[in-house]
Nanobody, 123 residues
Framework: VQLQASGGGTVRDGESLTLSCVAS????????MGWFRQAPGKEREFVAS????????SYRDSVKGRFVISRNHAKKTVDLQMNSLKPEDTAVYYC?????????????????WGQGTQVTVSS
């Protein structure tokens, strides 16, 4: 099983960035895909998810209207388009997978994790 995340970087307040994750080694269509993030000294937190069935997307309140998650079943990818970035979005972002779930989920019940990619937003 592998989740390969990419796309992190350093941007300024208000700019955009897109994260991408490529999945392999498991049946992609059976898994909801999501993004979590962890800032220094803080717990890992849910950011967004796209359900295994393709119909549902969920976001944490602080990113609603700014972030968009999308998944491509043919390519086995999940992207996170992040717009109007703020300094408080600075964190390591992790691609995550959980089998047949809907909505958000707690980090400790995640089935698979990617390696993390750093996003830094300067003011």
């Amino acid at each position: 099983v592998q989740l390969q995340a990419s796309g992190g970087g350093t941007v300024r307040d208000g700019e955009s960035l897109t994260l991408s994750c490529v999945a392999s080694g498991f049946f992609f269509s059976d898994y909801s895909m999501g993004w979590f993030r962890q800032a220094p000294g803080k717990e890992r937190e849910f950011v967004a998810s796209a359900s295994f069935s393709g119909g549902g997307k969920s976001y944490r309140d602080s990113v609603k209207g700014r972030f968009v998650i999308s998944r491509n079943h043919a390519k086995k990818t999940v992207d996170l388009q992040m717009n109007s970035l703020k300094p408080e979005d600075t964190a390591v972002y992790y691609c995550a997978a959980r089998r047949k779930t809907f909505g958000s989920w707690a980090s400790h019940v995640t089935d698979y994790w990617g390696q993390g990619t750093q996003v830094t937003v300067s003011s």
